[in-house]
């Protein structure tokens, strides 16, 4: 009887270590992948659906020129030339000389951005039959990385179909280059 409690708690004492060595394994595992993202920028969040004025005016320069190239991409309650992303980044109205630098300066290869310089950054009205809205839009910077996430509402006449992130972009020598975009994929093609 005392050999079978000893090869009880001998299975137990190897379960356990088992345990506690996938214990270990997970917080390596989680503490590593949280450590990778360094900041996440949130300028439209999906409580409110509304564009952070204050975070959005504050982004740093290359930020704001990704945000520049998001803000042509989908829009933003947009009524006539004026959406609200656009205004936040400080550029005016839609397809403004200052929003089509700011995305030539960080894009200056990108077929997307080449496409919708080329259509002055137009987006339709958010009272016509066709628009779209960022319900979401957030920059997460890793450490050779961004990705951009989103969630974009697109109606068209009645018909609601949203389109979601992420796409992400890799940030060197002062320029972005796509690495995987879901938003305008078709071009990249």
């Keep these: 009887m005392d050999t079978d409690i000893g090869f009880i708690f001998a299975g137990i004492n190897i379960t356990m ?3 506690s060595a996938f214990l270990v394994a997970l917080f390596l595992t989680t503490s590593w992948s949280a450590s990778q993202a360094q900041k996440t920028y ?8 509304k564009v952070n004025m204050t975070l959005v005016a504050g982004l740093p320069g ?21 959406c609200e992303l656009t205004s936040a980044l400080g550029l005016g109205k839609q397809g403004s000389d200052a929003q089509k630098n700011l995305i030539k300066k960080y894009f200056p290869n990108d077929k997307v951005a080449k496409l919708i310089i080329g259509q002055d950054c137009y987006l339709s009205p958010s009272t016509s039959s066709s628009f779209s809205n960022f319900q979401f839009l957030s920059f997460t910077i890793f450490k050779d990385s961004i990705q951009v996430n989103y969630q974009l509402a697109v109606l068209d006449h009645g018909n609601v179909k949203n389109i979601n992130g992420p796409d992400i972009y890799i940030f060197k020598n002062q320029v972005f280059r ?9 071009i990249d093609k």
């Design 62 to 82: 290359y930020l704001k020129g990704l945000a520049a190239l998001y803000s042509a991409m989908g829009g933003s309650d947009c009524i006539e030339l004026h």
């Design 42 to 49: 949130t300028l439209i969040p999906i409580k409110t659906k």
């Design 17 to 19: 270590k088992y345990i």
């Design 178 to 186: 796509n690495k995987k975009r879901v938003l305008y994929a078709w």
